[in-house]
Each structure stands twice: as structure tokens, then as C-alpha cells.
């Protein structure tokens, strides 16, 4: 009987931080009422007049900086576990040889097996041998630099990424994204992620120049691949921003507004981009990313307007007009309201 061969393991590695450089049928077959037939016809005038739809998920991990800064490795064997506080930040935990338990506060325990990758927020986390077994401190392995914890063996390999930004807004996107991202090798989107594991591993034994650069690439590739694989199966369904990105109507009013920020949308407009009623629109909006259309403009402008000034682009009138504010003053306000000083006071202590 053919024996599965194990994920070579991965060499000790360095923290090292580098730059980080469809739609539904709008046309209806059967009669439709009045106003279906209306709501789809100005869905197509839209489509058809509007630039290329924009990446929300590029855009937004772009404009906040996202990138893996930080790689480390775990070798175990027998009894251990590992718990971590919860803290703002991203972070994938790849399984490389055998398993183990990844418990996360309020969800039942998950079994990760070689292969599996699961994409962390906010939340609190422990990784274990065992459900049952008491974890210990986890950041005490990791601290003065030291990437690599080893606990009795190397029947267990796994590797983590932590991801950093260099935007102070990162709440945009934490606040959206579920605490625990389960991407399973056996699922039917996980092939890409599959392949980057398989060339991580393969970069880690070649030792050419350049494989530390090349490791920090394929791990930034590794996050937003294991997003994309868990958008892409059953558990975004019911709701939550990934899941609206995918929804073929929400969906498309999404990708419409992150290519035109400066826009001045309303909620009937992005109605018609997504083929709906504005009551419907509204009520779908807000039931799946949990905040009203008008609200996730308004936080996502003024996240990118933050974003601008911390790279120090301080002319607050241009800053405000590109994210679709005519009055300063009325910019001033919201800015104020959403991150509790004004943009000026923001850049100065920064």
C-alpha cells in the first residue's frame, strides 16, 4: 500500500520585512414584472458605460499595507500545546507533517492535517497535541527574534506568518473578516494553496540566492490565496464581506465603488449597478457585511484618506476630493467622528 510522503521540512528562517509591491445574467429569459425588467435594464446601460470593476480584496489589503513580516516554525512530538493572546493582526498557521488541534476562542476545536492552512484574526488562539492538553505561553518560544519553537521532536511540523500593516485603519478589514479561516487540503478550492506550500518547501531545500526574498513573496502569495480559497467555498454562503465580494448583485455594487471611490454614490445608484431594488439592495447590504451601504463608503473613504496622509501626502483639500468630499469642512468632521481627531492633528502624530 502507497505511503503518503511527508512535506519536507522547512529550514529555520529569519523575520525579514520587505515591500510588498461573475456577474449574473442581467438579461431575463422569462417575462419578468415592470420593475425587474427596469432595475435589470439599467444594470446593463451601467455595465456596459462603467470602467472594469475594481479588486476590493487587492484594494483593501494595498492601500493598508498588508504583508507577512514575520515567518516561524513549530517542530513537536508527543504532548504540547501553544496558546497565543489575542491582538490586532493577521496570521496563517500552515500544517507541513502530521496534525494538531487549533483551538479558538468560542468555536469548537478543529483538527488542522498536513496541508491544511488556517488564516487567524483577532481572536485569541491555542494550537495543541490535544484539546485537553494546558497550554503554555506561546510568545515565550518566539521571543528575542527566535522564529523557531521546538517541543520534543519533529513528528508535527508546522509554519505561521504574521501578518503587519502599515496603515493605522487596519480595523477596516479586521473588523470584516472572521476570526478563524479554515482552508482544508481535501477542499476543492485549496489547490492554489497547495502549490504555494509546495514551492515554499521547494525554496526552503534549494538554498539559491535570493530564497529569503523569494520565501517572503510566496508567503504574502500564501495569506491571500488561503482568503480567496475559504471565499471561494461553503462557509462565506450565509454572509460577511468575503461572501459579498463573491455574491454575483452585492458583489458587483462592491467592485463598482472600489474602482471609483471619488463617485458621488447613493444607495439607489448602487442599486442599479447591482440589479436590485434600493430596498432590497439596502436590506442585503447590510444584512451580509453588517453595516448599512452609505456607512461602508463613508469608513472605506476615510480609511484610504488616512491612508494617504500617513504616507505624507498632507494637501487635506486634494486628499479630500479624491475620496469624494467637496467640502473640506464636511471632511474635516466625518474624519473627526471616525477616528476621533481631525486629519491634521492626525498627521502630526504620526
Known amino acids: 500500500m502507497a505511503v503518503a510522503r511527508p512535506i519536507p521540512l522547512l529550514a529555520p528562517v529569519m523575520a525579514t520585512t520587505f515591500p510588498v509591491i461573475p456577474i449574473c445574467n442581467l438579461l431575463r429569459v422569462k417575462i419578468a414584472i415592470p420593475s425587474e425588467m427596469t432595475y435589470a435594464r439599467r444594470a446593463m446601460m451601467v455595465s456596459q458605460s462603467s470602467r472594469s470593476p475594481g479588486d476590493p480584496l487587492s484594494d483593501v489589503l494595498g492601500v493598508l499595507g498588508a504583508r507577512v513580516t514575520r515567518r516561524t516554525r513549530i517542530g513537536a512530538a508527543g504532548r504540547w500545546a501553544l496558546s497565543f ?70 513528528d508535527t511540523i508546522g509554519i505561521g506568518g504574521t501578518v503587519t500593516f502599515a496603515s493605522a485603519s487596519a480595523d477596516f478589514l479586521l473588523d470584516m473578516l472572521p476570526d478563524c479561516m479554515l482552508v482544508s487540503r481535501s477542499s476543492p478550492t485549496s489547490g492554489a494553496v497547495g502549490t504555494v506550500l509546495a514551492l515554499l518547501n521547494s525554496e526552503s531545500e534549494r538554498g539559491a540566492i535570493g530564497s529569503e526574498i523569494v520565501s517572503a513573496r510566496l508567503a504574502d502569495v500564501l495569506l491571500v490565496e488561503a482568503i480567496r480559497a475559504y471565499a471561494g467555498g461553503d462557509m462565506t454562503a450565509g454572509g460577511g464581506w468575503l461572501g459579498a465580494l463573491s455574491d454575483p448583485r452585492i ?51 476615510l480609511t484610504l484618506a488616512r491612508a494617504a496622509l500617513a504616507r505624507g501626502r498632507a494637501n487635506i483639500a486634494d486628499i479630500a476630493n479624491s475620496v469624494g468630499y467637496v467640502s473640506q469642512s464636511a471632511f474635516g468632521h466625518a474624519y473627526r467622528r471616525t477616528f476621533g481627531c481631525s486629519p491634521m492633528a492626525d498627521v502630526r502624530s504620526g
Open 251 to 301: 458583489g458587483r455594487a462592491l467592485h463598482a465603488f472600489h474602482a471609483d471611490v471619488a463617485q458621488r454614490w447613493t444607495v439607489a445608484q448602487l442599486a442599479t449597478v447591482a440589479g436590485m431594488s434600493r430596498a432590497a439592495f439596502s436590506a442585503d447590504f447590510t444584512r451580509r457585511i453588517g453595516q448599512p451601504p452609505l456607512t461602508y463608503l463613508r469608513t472605506w473613504r
Open 85 to 154: 493572546p489575542a491582538i490586532d493582526r493577521l496570521k496563517f498557521v500552515a500544517m507541513l507533517r502530521g496534525s494538531g488541534w487549533l483551538m479558538v476562542s468560542g468555536a469548537p476545536p478543529r483538527l488542522l492535517g498536513m496541508g491544511d492552512v488556517c488564516v487567524l484574526g483577532r481572536a485569541a488562539y491555542a494550537l495543541a497535541s490535544h484539546p485537553d492538553e494546558a497550554p503554555i505561553d506561546g510568545q515565550a518560544f518566539y521571543a528575542d527574534g527566535c522564529n523557531v519553537a521546538r517541543l520534543g521532536g519533529d
